[in-house]
């Protein structure tokens, strides 16, 4: 069973950083690709970034530029630096992990992180 589970999120003041971290279960080369997504209170779930198994990466209008999202395999962690945070960019993150078997796509995600950006 794949397990994800999120942390760093906080409390921030607008225009400063955080770094959330995606620690996977068991070997992040398994997957095929992993992301971030986030939904802000009373939106649905939106997409935020993806790194695919050979280190491509793509970013929602939103956060590119601001948001990198990298990974290591030797910790099987995913990472989201978040740069230049705004009050926009409140919500609760989630890891995503894709891996597909036979060619079924297989989703797994993580519990979420609490992000608020406040003065």
């Known amino acids: 069973q794949v397990q994800l589970v999120e942390s760093g999120g906080g409390l921030v003041q607008p225009g400063g950083s955080l770094r959330l971290s995606c620690g996977a279960s068991g070997s992040i080369f398994s997957f095929n690709g992993m992301g971030w997504y986030r939904q802000a209170p009373g939106k649905q779930r939106e997409w935020v970034a993806r790194?695919?198994?050979?280190?491509?990466?793509n970013y929602a209008d939103s956060v590119k530029g601001r948001f990198t999202i990298s990974r290591d395999n030797a910790k099987n962690t995913v990472y989201l630096q978040m740069n230049s945070l705004n009050p926009e960019d409140t919500a609760v993150y989630y890891c995503?992990?894709?891996?597909?078997?036979?060619?079924?796509?297989?989703?797994?995600w993580g519990q979420g992180t609490q992000v608020t950006v406040s003065s």
């Open positions: 995503n992990a894709i891996q597909v078997t036979l060619g079924v796509p297989y989703n797994y």
């Open positions: 790194i695919t198994s050979g280190g491509s990466t």
